[in-house]
Nanobody
């Protein structure tokens, strides 16, 4: 089992920045890759920052140039630096971990999910 705990969310004004963290514990050696997702009220969950087939980060069009995902493998921690935040970035942000490349890179491949951290951006 893998446990994921997100932190770093909060309330900021438009144009502000936040840095989210996601720390993995438990069977961390089983993790193949991790990613960030978000879900706004009344909307479906969407990808924010995941990886492609060669392990390079890919971003949703809506966050390109503003968000950066990074990972500290020694600390089992995934980060999401969010700059130039907009009100439409308001959502619950989740990190997720997949344990097999064989399942592909779709959202369904992510086996473990954190509880989420709320990000609220006011105009």
């Amino acid at each position: 089992q893998v446990q994921l705990v997100e932190s770093g969310g909060g309330s900021v004004q438009s144009g502000g920045s936040l840095r989210l963290s996601c720390t993995a514990s438990g069977a961390t050696a089983s993790i193949s890759y991790m990613g960030w997702f978000r879900q706004a009220p009344g909307k479906e969950r969407e990808r924010v920052a995941t990886i492609n087939s060669v392990g390079a980060p890919i971003y949703a069009d809506s966050v390109k140039g503003r968000f950066t995902s990074s990972q500290d493998t020694a600390k089992n921690t995934l980060y999401l630096q969010m700059n130039s935040l907009k009100p439409e970035d308001t959502a619950m942000y989740y990190c997720a971990a997949a344990t097999s490349w064989l399942l592909g890179l779709s959202e369904s491949a992510y086996r473990y999910w954190g509880q989420g951290t709320q990000v609220t951006v006011s105009s």
